[in-house]
């Protein structure tokens, strides 16, 4: 089904083809001023100036035509020759009638989302908030609109830092079997370390080895050794994979995070060698003192891009290197179509060199990077704890956890509830008020984190779109889903508003995915939100004695709860029963 803009735009194109005006000046937007109109085309503007006329001698000669084709709306010129289109009651009535949740064009391509990006041996801290929640929201976003989506975490598993913790174990415990060389019996089954101990080890040793350089090269030949393939580097490796992995997923689950793969960098390693000698065979790369490069630039940058750099002097492969192996994998053994990257924006650089470099070997695949800004405290800096250090990402849903807890007993909530679903509905709470105040801004931009405030079940916060859904579920329990009741003769200004927030529902969607924006989804629940609460405070449902009035009134109830779990599903947020 399509969309009312959409309709309206199919009939506007063909008015300005029938005119010689070029159709693309034939979109429509939301009207800037929705007290006045629903829709308005600009297009007449950029025309006026092709053609050297009036804008609105080009208006008046747009509505003209439109008149005969566009019955559902009522037509005007406004300002300096915006196109405005006020709908009337009855389409408004028939557009929601007809209302669709689903996208008008299914899409179908097989696209890899890579978010997460998590370190093997350390905790999930604040950091990995970010890529989690809007990599989250996208995976469903596209699946929603009909793509196959597989989601890669793509874990930090394999480097330097691995090396570091081979060896501050030797030293703790250096008769274990791992670090001995001639060792061929099997290895214990149980790990020799929790992720506590990794926790404990890693900045410790990380330290030592920028003071130490005799230490930092005992590291760095561990690492190779294990990159090597030596026996019980690698066992021991495996070890501090699993015990992170685990608590990885433990965590992870916490936020309704979920990934399809769980490959590392590792994965790729015995297909660096190959891929190198591809590039070098191709003619792409060059080498600049003992290291392999790829040069990028291209004519007309505006700012200087700097060769890839492939292999160091020394032998040793980079990020680049996997991150060129990892696209070779994912197209040629996986299919995929299309690949987007949720990372940290201060890597743009990066993968536009991979990117590009990626495009010289041959792969034509859309590739995109969604690179988000920092989460950062009242400073101004990035979100730390009181003690001034990096905070733990369960140090921070047990913070929202316990305001909502404080919050719900504070309103009253709490008293008629068991501790069960106190506990319950104060995790939902907390977290709606955590990925709704990160995804609520736009993925590129730096935001402020107020617990008090995101917490809040006022204003525009995760909690009040709880309330909401649990206001709306509460009416339709006692007055049912009677379904579209018939053209009601006249439409309240709320109930008009309302109407025509919920069949923008699809289009607004398409935006969100457009744009890759889940702030777009954000806004959107947002503003049902709000027009509902408008219709709830001005129009009687439940004690309206006109049946058909009344049972229509339950229809926006209805249409409002069913957009608004789509949405909440979209950004991850769970509803509650009560509040």
Same mark, same amino acid.
């Given at each position: ?253 916490? @936020?309704? #995070? ?6 590392? *960098?590792?994965?790729?390693?015995? $297909?660096?060698?190959? =891929?190198? /000698? !591809? ?119 047990? @913070?929202? #956890? ?6 719900? *007993?504070?309103?009253?909530?709490? $008293?008629?509830?068991? =501790?069960? /679903? !106190? ?135 209805? $249409? ?20």
């Amino acid at each position: 089904m399509s969309s009312v803009q959409k309709q309206l735009e199919s009939v506007t194109r063909e008015v300005f083809h029938k005119l010689n005006f070029d159709p693309i000046f034939s979109s429509l937007k939301f009207s800037d001023r929705p007290d006045l109109s629903d829709y308005q085309c600009n297009g007449a503007l950029p025309i006026a100036k092709q053609q050297g006329l009036p804008p609105q001698q080009v208006a008046h000669a747009i509505i003209e035509a439109l008149q005969p084709l566009c019955s559902q709306a009522e037509l005007f010129v406004a300002g300096p020759g915006f196109i405005n289109f006020k709908l009337k009651d009855d389409s408004v009535q028939e557009a929601l009638k007809n209302i669709s949740l689903k996208p008008a064009l299914p899409l179908s391509q097989n696209v890899f989302l890579d978010y997460g990006g998590p370190n093997v041996a350390k905790p999930l801290h604040v950091g990995h908030l970010r890529s989690s929640l809007i990599g989250e929201s996208l995976k469903r976003l596209f699946r929603y609109m009909g793509h196959k989506v597989t989601g890669d975490i793509h874990l930090g598993d394999w480097g330097t830092q691995m090396g570091m913790l081979i060896v501050a174990l030797q030293e703790q415990f250096p008769s274990l079997p791992y670090f001995q060389k001639d060792f061929e019996g099997d290895y214990p089954k149980e790990s020799p370390v929790t992720l506590k101990d990794l926790e404990d080890l890693y900045p410790k040793i990380s330290t030592r080895c920028k003071e130490d350089k005799d230490l930092a090269d005992q590291a760095r030949r561990a690492t190779m050794e294990l990159q090597q393939g030596r026996r019980g580097y690698k066992a021991l490796w495996q070890f501090f994979v699993d015990v992170s992995v685990e608590d990885l997923r433990l965590q992870l689950e916490k @936020l309704g #995070v979920t990934f399809d793969q769980w490959f590392g *960098e590792s994965r790729y390693q015995d $297909k660096l060698s190959g =891929l190198l /000698e !591809e590039v070098k065979q191709k003619g792409l790369s060059r080498e600049s003192e003992g290291a392999v490069i790829i040069d990028v630039a291209r004519e007309g940058d505006k700012a200087d891009i700097p060769p890839l750099l492939l292999q160091k002097s020394d032998g040793g492969f980079l990020y680049a290197t996997t991150d060129l192996a990892t696209i070779d994998e994912r197209v040629n053994h996986f299919g995929a179509e299309a690949l987007i990257y949720v990372v940290d924006g201060r890597q743009s650089l990066h993968f536009e060199q991979v990117f590009r470099a990626a495009r010289k070997m041959g792969y034509t695949l859309p590739m995109e990077l969604i690179g988000f800004g920092t989460m950062n405290g009242a400073d101004g800096k990035p979100f730390k704890t009181r003690e001034g250090g990096v905070m733990r990402l369960e140090e921070l849903i047990d @913070l929202l #956890v316990a305001g909502a807890t404080q919050r719900l *007993e504070e309103v009253g909530v709490s $008293k008629d509830l068991t =501790l069960e /679903e !106190e506990k319950e509905i104060a995790f939902k709470v907390g977290m709606a008020a955590l990925k709704f105040a990160d995804l609520q801004h736009n993925p590129m931009q730096n935001y402020q984190f107020d617990v008090n405030k995101f917490l809040s079940f006022e204003g525009k916060t995760g909690p009040y779109l709880l309330y909401v859904v649990v206001r709306i579920k509460a009416i339709l329990a006692k007055g049912g889903t009677p379904g579209f009741p018939g053209i009601v003769p006249v439409l309240t200004k709320q109930e008009r508003e309302l109407a025509i927030t919920l069949f923008r529902f699809s289009d607004l969607i398409s935006l969100a995915y457009e744009k890759r924006a889940p702030n777009i989804l954000c806004e959107a629940a947002f503003d049902l939100a709000q027009s509902f609460n408008r219709f709830y405070q001005s129009c009687p449902i439940l004690i309206e004695p006109d049946e058909q009035l009344k049972n229509f009134r339950l229809f926006l109830c209805e $249409k409002t709860l069913q957009q608004m779990l789509i949405l909440f599903d979209l950004l991850g947020i769970e509803p509650v029963e009560r509040m």
